[in-house]
């Protein structure tokens, strides 16, 4: 078994989120068309740029049973209008597949949301925070502070990940920043 494995260390490089061999994911501003809440100031901030918001590289050494998966991403600081720089969220195809979140640097939150009973949650992912994302779980991931917040995410080789669902129905809250705080509203 052991001999099947090419490589099981990485070196990494949290702020850029680079992990040489690994699968990078780049997603820019247009990529996230629908995402923010405030339609006119998303046209305005991609006619000046079509910034990179985050960039995650993803870690798969098999695909088996019992078989984990990882991917290491840095999310930007900014906003849109308010609203802070987000990922655009899933859920997992194998909607069971639980994930662990372990914070690097940077601060912010995750956004989970119940598939089923649409409750909502906002837990804090930075250095020194951990996150656990049960199964059945929409997550996204948002930057509050001034930096790149960096993390891992481990969760089941057979996870998979379905943007679609989520999309369609967008999540239910939005995190936005109010006399300098962030807060938490209803879309
Ligand atoms: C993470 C996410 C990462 C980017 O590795 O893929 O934070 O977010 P989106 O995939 O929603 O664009 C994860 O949750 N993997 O399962
Ligand atoms: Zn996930």
């Keep these: 078994m052991l001999e099947t494995f090419k490589q099981l260390a990485h070196p990494y490089d949290a702020l850029s989120a680079e992990i040489p061999g690994g ?20 046209q305005a901030a ?37 609203e802070y720089f987000l990922t655009k969220g899933h859920l997992h195809s194998a909607r069971e597949a639980a994930e662990v979140y372990i914070g690097l640097s940077g601060s912010g939150y995750m956004l989970l949301e119940d598939e089923q009973s649409g409750e909502s949650r906002l837990e804090p992912l930075g250095k020194g925070s951990v996150v656990y994302v049960p199964g059945y779980t929409a997550h996204r991931t948002m930057n509050t502070s ?12 057979n996870a998979g990940h379905d943007y679609g669902a989520i999309a369609e129905r967008n999540f239910l809250k939005i995190l936005v920043e109010e006399n300098g705080k962030p807060t938490l509203k209803d879309r």
């Design 23 to 42: 699968k990078v994911v780049e997603r820019r501003l247009s990529q996230l068309q629908g995402c923010f809440a405030d339609e006119a100031a998303y």
């Design 46 to 82: 991609l006619e000046k740029e079509d910034s990179l918001l985050y960039r995650v590289t993803a870690i798969e050494p098999a695909d088996g049973t019992g078989d984990l998966h990882y991917g290491l991403g840095a999310l930007y600081p900014g906003k849109i209008g308010n």
């Design 146 to 157: 001034t930096e790149p917040l960096t993390y891992f995410g481990i969760y089941p080789a």
